[in-house]
């Protein structure tokens, strides 16, 4: 399509209260397939713990002016992972964030790198049935747009999920408990994680 997306505006500075603190944490990256609660459960968590949150969709919406979707039709998957990788290398680099990356985000080698060596990986695991009963009726991810997305989000579970175990250091089964509830969960787990890693 003959058509290209407006310049990217610079990414927005949300000062926190724990905006101190953060500043020397390591980054908390959510990975996991298209409706695990990445963009859910993270919000909730950086309430809980007073840290800034970015979704790196929703960062990358704001910056294209345009739907992850119209990303798609305008530059293919492959511009829009190539966007991804970008966003992806500057929004790492961030201090105390909680970070939602894409469900595709862990594709790229190059994205593994950066997400196991600048900050903890929690994986949000759920069974494709249940990524299907939560994501069904929505229509703004491109590559569910297929006569059969149950049988595209098997597909993509099978070649993800290894990819999402091989940088994840903490995981974390979603099933049926409400997010609020998995957020909550998860705190005294990521809270054990970071005394852990504080130099002595
Ligand atoms: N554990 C859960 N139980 C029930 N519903 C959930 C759970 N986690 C997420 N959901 C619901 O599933 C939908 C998708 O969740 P969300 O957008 O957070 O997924 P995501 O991992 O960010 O997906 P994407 O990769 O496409 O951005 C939302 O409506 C959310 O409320
Ligand atoms: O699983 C995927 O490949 C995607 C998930 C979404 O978060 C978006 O990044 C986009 O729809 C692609
Ligand atoms: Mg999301």
């Known amino acids: 399509m003959n058509q290209s997306l407006p310049a990217a505006p610079d990414l927005q500075t949300a000062d926190s209260a724990g905006a101190a603190e953060a500043a020397s944490t390591a980054p908390v990256f ?12 993270g919000r909730h968590l950086a309430r809980m713990l007073n840290r800034q949150f970015i979704d790196l969709d ?28 970008a966003l992806l290398d500057e929004c790492s680099r961030r201090q105390g964030i909680i970070l939602a ?4 985000a862990v594709l ?5 790198r950066m997400l196991s060596e600048r900050g903890l990986v929690l994986y949000l695991r759920a069974t494709a049935e249940e990524l299907f009963r939560r994501v069904a009726r929505d229509r703004s991810r491109p590559l569910l747009q297929t ?30 408990a409400h997010v609020m509830q998995l957020a909550r969960d ?13 130099p002595q």
């Open 108 to 112: 790229a080698e190059e994205n593994r």
């Open 58 to 85: 929703h960062e990358l919406e704001a910056r294209c002016g345009v739907r992850v979707a119209l990303i798609f039709d305008i530059e293919g998957e492959e511009g829009f992972r190539r966007r991804e990788t």
């Open 30 to 41: 959510l990975v996991g397939m298209m409706g695990a609660g990445k963009t859910t459960i």
């Open 147 to 176: 006569p059969d997305p149950q049988a595209r989000i098997r597909a993509l579970l099978d070649q993800r999920e290894p990819l999402y175990e091989s940088i994840a250091r903490l995981t974390v089964d979603t099933g049926s």
């Open 186 to 198: 998860l705190l005294p787990r990521l809270r054990h994680y970071e005394q852990q890693e504080k």
């Open 101 to 104: 990356t894409g469900g595709g």
